[in-house]
């Protein structure tokens, strides 16, 4: 049995709000209560009235790209063609002659000219290397013609989506030895646990990643890096799922693509001269069948459905599964949906109906919604204005769990909580309270587990604690602006702690 007493610190706990001390016994809280008032512990730590609160979990996750992310080429910042070429350039350098240049990140919507290169731009500004730059929504990407010829596609054009983009994203990823994997998952790993976060799911599955890349990233899981929980998005791929360690078969089984990409499946055309409605993947049957294949194997089901085509028809395999086997036995496998970006009332109270649980980014939001940004060229100003109405959801009773899709989004904790209580749409506000509530507990929900994410005597003893330079409110950091209009400095980690065991430590 080993004990830890934690002294000095402010609790951001509903069973005692007034805390100041915090013993953890074998993983789990044991005692909350006043730092002059303590139990005897084996080791004791001083807080030095740092602020602790349940420990994030990020609901969707890619690992390895956001490892190969952090140590590759960042192209969010190319505004231009030229910038991206200019870039690839200096980056393919410091790669050898036979070496992949792997970036990310780069998104024509912020571009003023908004044509990408060709596969010979790529090919010479990379020095003959091999290139693959994922687009920031990971749905395209562009490709050099070697790593184009390798996937039996042309060699013209560089830009990739979907089926292709697939195939050529398995080249890139194939290209890594086991040790450079797996050490790309560590990379990212730490840097979540440095963030407060104490847990992610990965999201694998065909398309996505491989079966060896989902068991190597479960094989790091809570080995002093964050909890993993893997899901494999294949279609009537809950055996697999289970077989692989997966809690569900759910994650990025794609129903539709991406907004971005303009391959999500719309119900009204794309609005900037590409006038087709996305790509749909998923029929209602085959989404019933699979989450029939889910109820008989007893895991965890779902899909990645972004467009309200993709949602309308997903919620309608949810309906035929129900006939089958009764809306109770749907309910009970607590299955999700990821992203969902354009649902309506209708659909949003199906999801209350079926149980079905949102993961969701509202960093999207942020980055790509309200009247001028990438969203409005893609849909309308009006569509746009009404995508993502995370707040609405969680107003209905949707159970919400909030993710960053790392790397098409920073690995940033409170800057999803900010995105969700600040929306472009101020209609879809909620509180600072229940966006974090969806950032912490709502992700061990997600994930099946109902003893962690809040603290108290009996939970899990998964935390964080901060400096607050911005101060604090309502018992959490202070992360809006105040009535003079000045945004607070962002909280700092200083430790996280999982299950009892400090996974990091400023």
């Known amino acids: 049995m080993t004990e830890v007493l934690y002294t000095h610190g402010r609790f951001y706990s509903a069973a005692d709000p007034r805390a100041t001390a915090m013993l953890v016994r074998d993983g789990r809280i044991a005692w909350l209560g006043d730092s002059a008032d303590t139990p005897a512990a084996d080791r004791t730590v001083d807080?030095?009235?740092?602020?602790?609160?349940?420990?994030?979990?990020?609901?969707?996750?890619?690992?390895?790209?956001?490892?190969?992310?952090?140590?590759?080429?960042?192209?969010?910042?190319?505004?231009?063609?030229?910038?991206?070429?200019?870039?690839?350039?200096?980056?393919?350098?410091?790669?050898?002659?036979?070496?992949?240049?792997?970036?990310?990140?780069?998104?024509?919507?912020?571009?003023?000219?908004?044509?990408?290169?060709s596969a010979a731009e790529l090919d010479r500004a990379a020095g003959g290397r091999r290139v693959y730059l994922s687009q920031a929504s990971v749905h395209s990407a562009l490709a050099s013609p070697a790593l184009l010829a390798a996937a039996?596609?042309?060699?013209?054009?560089?830009?990739?989506?979907?089926?292709?983009?697939?195939?050529?994203?398995?080249?890139?990823?194939?290209?890594?030895?086991?040790?450079?994997?797996?050490?790309?998952?560590?990379?990212?790993?730490?840097?979540?646990?440095?963030?407060?976060?104490?847990?992610?799911?990965?999201?694998?599955?065909?398309?996505?990643?491989?079966?060896?890349?989902?068991?190597?990233?479960?094989?790091?899981s809570g080995q002093g890096l964050p909890q993993v929980f893997g899901y494999w998005g294949e279609l009537g791929g809950a055996l697999k799922a289970k077989e692989l360690g997966a809690v569900g078969a759910a994650g990025d089984l794609y129903a539709d693509g991406a907004l971005g990409s303009r391959t999500a499946s719309v119900r009204e055309p794309f609005r900037d001269g590409h006038r087709g409605c996305g790509e749909a993947f998923v029929s209602a049957e085959q989404a019933a069948e699979h989450l029939l294949d889910c109820?008989?194997?007893?895991?965890?089901?779902?899909?990645?459905?972004?467009?309200?085509?993709?949602?309308?028809?997903?919620?309608?395999?949810?309906?035929?599964?129900?006939?089958?086997?009764?809306?109770?036995?749907?309910?009970?496998?607590?299955?999700?949906?990821?992203?969902?970006?354009?649902?309506?009332?209708?659909?949003?109270?199906?999801?209350v109906e079926f149980g079905v649980l949102g993961s969701v980014q509202p960093v999207f939001d942020a980055l790509w919604g309200g009247p001028d940004r990438m969203y409005a060229q893609r849909l309308?100003?009006?569509?746009?204005?009404?995508?993502?109405?995370?707040?609405?959801?969680?107003?209905?009773?949707?159970?919400?769990?909030?993710?960053?899709?790392?790397?098409?989004?920073?690995?940033?904790?409170?800057?999803?909580?900010?995105?969700?209580?600040?929306?472009?749409?101020?209609?879809?506000?909620?509180?600072?309270?229940?966006?974090?509530?969806?950032?912490?507990?709502?992700?061990?929900?997600?994930?099946?587990?109902?003893?962690?994410?809040?603290?108290?005597?009996?939970?899990?003893?998964?935390?964080?604690?901060?400096?607050?330079?911005?101060?604090?409110?309502?018992?959490l950091p202070a992360l809006l602006p105040g009535v003079d209009g000045v945004v607070p400095d962002r909280p700092v980690c200083r430790r996280t702690v999982l299950q009892g065991e400090t996974i990091y430590e400023a």
């Not at 990965?202 to 890349?213: I, L, R, V």
């Not at 779902?302 to 089958?324: N, P, R, Y």
């Not at 995508?387 to 209905?396: D, E, L, Q, V, Y």
């Open 295 to 351: 109820v008989t194997v007893g895991v965890q089901g779902g899909f990645h459905a972004i467009g309200d085509a993709a949602i309308e028809t997903v919620l309608e395999g949810f309906a035929l599964a129900a006939k089958s086997v009764g809306v109770d036995a749907v309910r009970a496998g607590r299955h999700r949906v990821e992203h969902v970006e354009l649902i309506d009332k209708a659909m949003i109270a199906r999801m």
């Open 380 to 475: 309308g100003v009006e569509r746009a204005m009404a995508s993502n109405p995370i707040g609405a959801m969680h107003a209905t009773g949707v159970q919400l769990a909030f993710g960053s899709d790392s790397p098409v989004t920073a690995l940033d904790p409170w800057a999803v909580v900010v995105a969700a209580a600040a929306p472009r749409n101020p209609v879809y506000r909620m509180s600072v309270r229940a966006a974090f509530a969806a950032s912490t507990r709502g992700g061990w929900k997600a994930a099946l587990v109902d003893d962690a994410g809040v603290l108290a005597p009996g939970q899990a003893g998964t935390f964080a604690v901060w400096d607050t330079p911005g101060g604090v409110r309502e018992g």
């Open 152 to 220: 039996g596609l042309p060699t013209g054009e560089s830009l990739v989506k979907e089926a292709d983009h697939h195939a050529v994203r398995a080249l890139a990823l194939n290209d890594l030895t086991p040790a450079q994997r797996t050490a790309a998952q560590r990379t990212a790993l730490t840097r979540m646990a440095s963030l407060g976060i104490a847990a992610v799911h990965e999201c694998g599955g065909p398309g996505t990643s491989s079966e060896a890349d989902l068991t190597s990233v479960l094989a790091l």
């Open 47 to 117: 807080l030095g009235n740092g602020l602790v609160t349940p420990a994030f979990v990020d609901a969707h996750v890619h690992t390895t790209d956001t490892g190969l992310a952090l140590d590759g080429l960042d192209l969010g910042s190319a505004r231009s063609k030229a910038d991206l070429l200019d870039a690839v350039a200096a980056f393919a350098g410091t790669r050898a002659a036979d070496g992949l240049v792997h970036g990310h990140g780069w998104d024509e919507s912020t571009w003023a000219d908004q044509s990408v290169p």
